[in-house]
């Protein structure tokens, strides 16, 4: 579930030799599958952990993760870094702020997930996002554009270039193609 570098595991050691006996770390996000999710990193002393936390073993402590976060924090990374700046502790859960679908889960579902962690975070730079309206009887993903993206004037580029090389490429023989169906209306928001 979670992966913590040896030197993180090494930190959390000696960070927790100065805690009472018990006392654990807890991985946990806030406002898990939401734009403004946050991961964070705290001490669990033993009394505050809950019977239905996840705890994870590691060498010479346990890190715990509550039910809520179990899913957000697939795939995470917790690592612990030093150079001439000073030392940093990194934790990185790429399905924080969306919650990862099986690679079984509905046609619709992938798609959207694929948007919304791949395309949206680039779009994102240029004050722009796209939304998943459907999946054609045909095949192709009825994309709608807002933000930035509205009125754009490399939009075509975006879609073909990009969106849609990116899109059949990752779902392979299950999508044809993408299709924007926005009115694009160039205005103060358009990126150029």
Do not use: W
């Amino acid at each position: 579930m979670i992966n913590i570098s040896d030197t993180a595991q090494a930190h959390f050691v000696k960070l927790l030799s100065q805690q009472a006996e018990g006392t654990s770390i807890r991985v946990f996000v806030i406002n898990p599958g939401t734009a403004s999710a946050e991961c964070g990193v705290s001490y669990c002393p033993e009394e505050s952990a809950e019977a239905e936390d996840i705890i994870l073993s590691f060498n010479g402590f346990n890190a715990l993760v509550d039910g809520a976060s179990k899913a957000f924090l697939e795939e995470a990374e917790i690592d612990f870094t030093t150079d001439q700046m000073g030392s940093q502790l990194t934790l990185k859960a790429p399905n924080a702020k969306l919650r990862k679908v099986a690679d079984d889960a509905p046609l619709f579902e992938r798609v959207n997930y694929f948007l919304q962690a791949e395309v949206n975070p680039q779009l994102a730079g240029h004050g722009g996002e796209c939304t998943l309206v459907e999946i054609s009887e045909d095949g192709y993903a009825i994309l709608q554009f807002g933000g930035g993206c509205n009125g754009c004037s490399q939009i075509d580029l975006t879609v073909k270039e990009g969106i849609e090389k990116q899109l059949v490429e990752e779902m392979g023989d299950e999508i044809k193609g993408v299709r924007d169906m926005t009115e694009h209306q160039r205005g103060e928001h358009s990126y150029y």
